[in-house]
């Protein structure tokens, strides 16, 4: 167990550091700023985020630097083991009784492994990847969903709180990243359906303003869907959530699904088209799947 003599609670404002300050960590970190906390951070190229932060030179540095609570905000499970191993990682830097909150969307598997690590160093690890692309995180209106200690859940509230409008504890360590698969599987296969949908209502000859205007009118589309419908009808594809990364989270859930035995034949046909949209928009929005199909059927340019 970490170190039972680690503070309940963290300060109202301390300092914290963010090992990647990309589009969603660059937001969190503003509002601990808003808030009061101090930023470091650390991305593998040293730039990124808000134009105002300072960077350190490697995870190890950054670690030391923050003091005791850390922020993880990458990409995938490489890119955690990367930032957090070996001799110039995080956990080499951060001393018994710190707190690290990994916020990437990583396998259950992944996110197991590095709450062992920290906890054979006295380090309390909590998964904690958050629900919500980047309007949410300018809003500070993110859902976390975090895994391990009740205790620790406790000391990371104070952050939760600003960065977020829920918290929801879902079980032990590994137990957020395992929430996290599947609010996101179900969220790949509600636009999925709704892109099959438009496609078929364009083949068959329906008005496009029509269609769209239809759907986003209707309750059966979540106000998620309807964001991204919104903006397909336009050809707005900017990056909220990169098809590269919605791509590699359906892709984690297919296999997290297999190693339990659950059958999940819906969510492995979204993977399929989600691959065929990263083959063409890696780092657009995920919602380009509504260019591929508009322009399977309705032969688009």
């Given at each position: 167990?970490?170190?039972?003599?680690?503070?309940?609670?963290?300060?109202?404002?301390?300092?914290?550091?963010?090992?990647?300050?990309?589009?969603?960590?660059?937001?969190?970190?503003?509002?601990?700023?808003?808030?009061?906390?101090?930023?470091?951070?650390?991305?593998?190229?040293?730039?990124?985020?808000?134009?105002?932060?300072?960077?350190?030179?490697?995870?190890?540095?950054?670690?030391?630097?923050?003091?005791?609570?850390?922020?993880?905000?990458?990409?995938?499970?490489?890119?955690?083991?990367?930032?957090?191993?070996?001799?110039?990682?995080?956990?080499?830097?951060?001393?018994?009784?710190?707190?690290?909150?990994?916020?990437?969307?990583?396998?259950?598997?992944?996110?197991?492994?590095?709450?062992?690590?920290?906890?054979?160093?006295?380090?309390?690890?909590?998964?904690?990847?958050?629900?919500?692309?980047?309007?949410?995180?300018?809003?500070?209106?993110?859902?976390?969903?975090?895994?391990?200690?009740?205790?620790?859940?406790?000391?990371?509230?104070?952050?939760?709180?600003?960065?977020?409008?829920?918290?929801?504890?879902?079980?032990?360590?590994?137990?957020?990243?395992t929430l996290k698969?599947?609010?996101?599987?179900?969220?790949?296969?509600?636009?999925?359906?709704?892109?099959?949908?438009?496609?078929?209502?364009?083949?068959?000859?329906?008005?496009?303003?029509?269609?769209?205007?239809?759907?986003?009118?209707?309750?059966?589309?979540?106000?998620?869907?309807?964001?991204?419908?919104?903006?397909?009808?336009?050809?707005?594809?900017?990056?909220?959530?990169?098809?590269?990364?919605?791509?590699?989270?359906?892709?984690?859930?297919?296999?997290?699904?297999?190693?339990?035995?659950?059958?999940?034949?819906?969510?492995?046909?979204?993977?399929?088209?989600l691959s065929l949209?990263?083959?063409?928009?890696?780092?657009?929005?995920?919602?380009?799947?509504?260019?591929?199909?508009?322009?399977?059927?309705?032969?688009?340019?």
């Amino acid at each position: 167990m970490p170190d039972s003599s680690a503070p309940d609670t963290l300060a109202p404002a301390g300092l914290v550091g963010f090992v990647g300050f990309g589009a969603m960590a660059s937001r969190m970190g503003r509002a601990l700023r808003d808030a009061g906390y101090q930023i470091v951070a650390y991305t593998p190229s040293g730039k990124g985020g808000d134009g105002t932060t300072r960077f350190l030179p490697q995870p190890r540095l950054l670690a030391e630097a923050a003091g005791g609570t850390v922020i993880l905000c990458v990409p995938d499970d490489e890119a955690l083991a990367e930032a957090a191993y070996g001799p110039d990682g995080v956990l080499a830097g951060m001393a018994a009784g710190g707190l690290l909150i990994n916020t990437s969307s990583v396998s259950p598997e992944a996110a197991l492994a590095l709450a062992a690590a920290a906890e054979r160093r006295g380090i309390a690890a909590l998964d904690a990847p958050v629900s919500g692309s980047t309007p949410e995180a300018d809003a500070g209106a993110l859902v976390v969903l975090v895994g391990g200690d009740a205790r620790d859940v406790a000391r990371a509230r104070p952050i939760f709180d600003i960065i977020g409008k829920a918290t929801i504890h879902a079980g032990p360590a590994g137990s957020g990243a395992t929430l996290k698969l599947v609010v996101n599987g179900i969220m790949g296969v509600g636009l999925a359906a709704v892109a099959e949908g438009v496609g078929y209502g364009l083949a068959a000859g329906l008005d496009r303003d029509m269609l769209f205007a239809a759907l986003d009118s209707v309750a059966v589309i979540s106000p998620h869907h309807k964001r991204k419908l919104k903006a397909a009808r336009v050809g707005d594809f900017s990056p909220q959530f990169p098809t590269r990364l919605m791509q590699k989270d359906m892709r984690l859930l297919l296999d997290a699904a297999a190693r339990v035995g659950a059958p999940v034949p819906t969510m492995a046909a979204t993977t399929q088209m989600l691959s065929l949209t990263r083959r063409q928009y890696p780092d657009d929005d995920y919602s380009a799947l509504f260019a591929v199909m508009e322009r399977m059927v309705a032969n688009t340019p």
